[in-house]
C-alpha cells in the first residue's frame, strides 16, 4: 500500500480538478475530470458522483482506478495514482459534495439536476504513487 507524500496533500486543499480513469465493460479506459478530495488518516482519495454515473458502474465491476493531478500553478508539478476503490457508500456523501463545492466553487452544491438525486462516495485506497 502506498500513500500520497506529504509534500503533494496541498493539491487536496486546492481546487485541483484530478482525471479519474476507470474500465468500460467492453475494456476501453473511461477518463473523466473529477473534484477530489484526501482523508489522510484513512490513506483514501475520495470522489463524490452521481448513483449511476459511468464511473460509479464502472468501479462496480472493476474497482481498478487511476488517478492523476496536475498542480494548476506549476504544470511540471503531478502526481499519478493506481489504486482500487474499497468502497462506495452513499453515507454522508451529500455532506462531502458541500464541502469540494465550497472549496472548487466558494459555495454551496445546487446543481440543480441533481439536488435531489443520490450521492455516492467513491473510496480508493493507493497502492502505487508517482
Same mark, same amino acid.
Do not use: F, S
Given at each position: 500500500m502506498a500513500s500520497i507524500p506529504e509534500e503533494y496533500h496541498d493539491l487536496f486543499e486546492r481546487p485541483t480538478i484530478a482525471h479519474v480513469s476507470t474500465?468500460?465493460?467492453n475494456g476501453y479506459?473511461?477518463?473523466?475530470?473529477?473534484?477530489?478530495?484526501?482523508?489522510?488518516e484513512e490513506n483514501l482519495l475520495l470522489v463524490n458522483t452521481? /448513483? +449511476?454515473?459511468?464511473? #460509479? &458502474?464502472?468501479?462496480?465491476?472493476?474497482p481498478k482506478v487511476g488517478v492523476s493531478m496536475t498542480d494548476p500553478d506549476d504544470p511540471y508539478r503531478r502526481v499519478s495514482i493506481f489504486g482500487d476503490v474499497v468502497?462506495?457508500?452513499?453515507?454522508?456523501? /451529500? +455532506?462531502?459534495?458541500? #464541502? &469540494?463545492s465550497q472549496r472548487y466553487t466558494g459555495?454551496?452544491?445546487?446543481?440543480?439536476?441533481?439536488?435531489?438525486?443520490?450521492?455516492?462516495?467513491l473510496k480508493i485506497r493507493p497502492k502505487q504513487v508517482f
Open positions: 474500465t468500460l465493460p479506459p473511461h477518463v473523466t475530470p473529477v473534484w477530489i478530495d484526501y482523508d489522510v452521481e /448513483r +449511476e454515473r459511468r464511473k #460509479e &458502474l464502472n468501479v462496480r465491476d472493476d468502497d462506495h457508500t452513499t453515507e454522508g456523501a /451529500r +455532506e462531502h459534495i458541500d #464541502e &469540494l459555495q454551496e452544491y445546487t446543481e440543480a439536476n441533481e439536488i435531489e438525486t443520490e450521492r455516492v462516495l
